[in-house]
């Protein structure tokens, strides 16, 4: 859909794929890459599978952009945070394959998925926002809240755990791990069952699912619009 995020489409499935320099990061352009994508399958009514690059499915947010200015980072982060909650609400499935390292946002994406399918490897997945100086923002905390057991959450907010793959398994930001080869076969496979549930059940109960949570993370947005957000690595 733009330089950075591109769409192909199967028969019964979307494979959406950010491909945005070194560290895969999440910025404007990708942001409006991925909506843009989604706006499609939408009309298409297809199963969505999200991916990265080869090692990295996403490193976060692009710190030029977070660094730049207390505003610049509230801007960028509203977005990514709108972008999960039409993620978690979206009346498709989404698959993520996740192909690497994913960081900040980018675990943040893994939590706004359907199912999850990571790599084996000594990857890196997790929320690293306090490590490097990101006072927690509330929709983070309201998504996390939604996914992760209580233990996890706050080894993940609270003291920016980073996990393995297959520890990632476990947090609960993954669902399964396989080998890279066999990576997006995987996802595809699950991409194809998926399509087999009946749409409008599926819409209908992921909504009624995920009510409190969706209301929770929309209250949490509004909120982080009136507060501050920003990195201080002092």
């Known amino acids: 859909m733009n330089e950075f995020v591109t769409y192909t489409s199967a028969e019964n499935y979307a494979i959406i794929t950010i491909n945005n320099g070194k560290a895969n990061a999440i910025s404007h352009e990708v942001v409006a890459g991925l909506n843009a994508c989604l706006d499609t399958a939408e009309a298409e009514n297809k199963v969505v599978i999200l991916t990265g690059k080869s090692g990295i499915f996403s490193a976060g947010f692009d710190l030029k952009v977070m660094t730049a200015s ?4 509230k801007e960028l982060v509203t977005k990514g945070s709108k972008l999960s909650l039409r993620m978690l609400s ?12 994913a960081i900040a946002k980018g675990a943040f994406l893994l939590l706004s998925a359907d199912y999850r399918i990571g ?4 990857f890196k997945i997790g929320l690293n926002e306090v490590m490097i100086g990101m006072t927690m ?16 959450l706050n080894r993940s907010v609270n003291n920016a755990e980073i996990y393995s793959s297959k520890q990632a398994v476990t947090a609960g930001f993954l669902d399964s791990i396989v080998s890279e080869d066999q990576l997006l076969p995987a996802a595809i496979k699950v991409a194809e069952m998926s399509a087999k549930l009946n749409k409008k059940a599926h819409a209908e109960t992921k909504l009624k699912v995920r009510k409190l949570h ?4 929309e209250n949490a947005i509004y909120l982080d619009l009136k507060g501050n957000i920003s990195i201080n690595p002092s």
């Open 90 to 101: 979206f009346p498709q499935p989404i698959i993520v394959a996740c192909s690497g390292h």
């Open 119 to 122: 790599v084996e490897g000594d």
């Open 70 to 73: 207390p505003e610049s980072a």
């Open 137 to 152: 923002h509330n929709a983070g905390i309201a998504i996390a809240k939604a996914r992760l057991s209580e233990v996890y």
């Open 214 to 217: 969706l209301e929770a993370l």
